[in-house]
Each structure stands twice: as C-alpha cells, then as structure tokens.
Antibody, heavy 123, light 107 residues
Framework: QVQLQESGPGLVKPSQTLSLTCTVSGGSISSGGYYWNWIRQHPGKGLEWIGYIYYSGSTYYNPSLNSRVTISADTSKNQFYLKLSSVTAADTAVYYC???????????????WGQGTLVTVSS | DIQMTQSPSSVSASVGDRVTITCRASQGISSWLAWYQQKPGKAPKLLIYAASTLQSGVPSRFSGSGSGTDFTLTISSLQPEDFATYYCQQANSFPYTFGQGTKLEIK
C-alpha cells in the first residue's frame, strides 16, 4: 500500500519561495504507469491542481501558476518536490501530494493522497 | 480551462435517503469524470472514476453516471459516515479542474 507524506515549512514570508517535499513509501516513484501530483486547497475553499510529474521527468503545470512553479523528483530518495516562487497571501493553502496512474487512454484521477500540509504566507 | 459546476451547493438529508448530486462541464469531457468525498481536515478520497467505475473498497451504494457534459453521483441509502463534501473533477484536459463542492449535511 503506497503512502505519501508532505513535509516543509508551515510559514513562508511573502515574495519568498515555498518548498515542499512529498516522501513516498510502499512504492517507487520511478516505476512506470504513475504520475505524481501537487494539488492545493485554499482555506474553506475548493481544490486547485498545481501540476504533476511523470517518472520520465516530464512535467505539466497549471498555466495560472506556470511561471512560478517547479516540480521535480529524486528517485534515489523516492521523493518529489514542489517549489512555488514569489508567494503572496493568496498562496496560503493546504498542499497535497497525490499519486495517479495512467495508461494509453490517459491519466486517471489520484487514488492515493498525502494527509496535506498547511502553508501560510505571512510576514 | 474547463469549468465544472456542481449542484446543489449544499443538501440536507437523513440516514437512509437517496441523494443525487449533479456536475456539469463547460465542454465535453467524454467520461473523464471523477467523484471525491472529503471530510473536515482530511484529504479527498476517490470514490468513482471514468464517470461510473467504483474505486476499490468504495461501498456499492455509491454510483456515478453520465458522459459528455452532464454527470451524476448517487448515494442510494445514506449512512452516517456519508455526511461530507463531494467534489467532481474532470481529467479530460489539463489543467484538471474540480467543481466547487456539494456539502451533504444531516437533516
């Protein structure tokens, strides 16, 4: 049973870079057939897809955040990462990492999620 | 981006009731539609994908239907643990987008 766990600072100052790590256990991020996601939820609000990375290293970012987002992975540590630059209060949210599988038909929605980590942007 | 609109935004129901939630996409998404359940302080839980396929371990009282732009989630007989917020999500084209949520409350 794969498990995902987010970690990183809970408080980030405006204009700085938010950095989060998702540690995966019970499965390898380098195995084919899966894509690895970052999704966020503003307090009391809905869900927003930030982006994802395939095991090949290919990445896809939400255009609304594209210029500020970087998702990367370290297969030796079985971790993947989120960096979001130039943050403002609008980036305050619970950040989730999640795993979905894909096949030739397309990407299937994530069935495994981390518990989420609240990141507050404030001076 | 594809906009997903759920209705109602909230619904009150009793244990044993049948409840239906609808989701409409701003353009056709074939069957690339998922439903999630979220409880306070928890991550979303995948219930249904490909519009009507039940995720492993999800009770059979949950069902989904639809294709194109109009979809429904039905809970056939509400149980106490079903009171939560439900989201639809399209996986037809990136950025994947969610509906605004439907809060299912106890009457």
């Amino acid at each position: 049973q794969v498990q995902l766990q987010e970690s990183g600072p809970g408080l980030v100052k405006p204009s700085q870079t938010l950095s989060l790590t998702c540690t995966v256990s019970g499965g390898s991020i380098s195995s084919g057939g899966y894509y690895w996601n970052w999704i966020r939820q503003h307090p009391g609000k809905g869900l927003e897809w930030i982006g994802y990375i395939y095991y090949s290293g290919s990445t896809y970012y939400n255009p609304s955040l594209n210029s500020r987002v970087t998702i990367s992975a370290d297969t030796s540590k079985n971790q993947f990462y989120l960096k979001l630059s130039s943050v403002t209060a609008a980036d305050t949210a619970v950040y989730y990492c999640a795993r979905g599988y894909y096949d030739r038909s397309g990407n299937y929605p994530p069935g495994e999620w981390g518990q989420g980590t609240l990141v507050t942007v404030s001076s | 981006d594809i906009q997903m609109t759920q209705s109602p935004s909230s619904v009150s129901a009793s244990v044993g009731d049948r409840v239906t939630i609808t989701c409409r996409a701003s353009q056709g998404i074939s069957s690339w539609l998922a439903w999630y359940q979220q409880k306070p302080g928890k991550a979303p839980k995948l219930l249904i994908y490909a519009a009507s396929t039940l995720q492993s371990g999800v009770p059979s009282r949950f069902s989904g239907s639809g294709s194109g732009t109009d979809f429904t989630l039905t809970i056939s007989s509400l149980q106490p643990e079903d009171f939560a917020t439900y989201y639809c999500q399209q996986a037809n084209s990136f950025p994947y987008t969610f509906g605004q949520g439907t809060k299912l409350e106890i009457k």
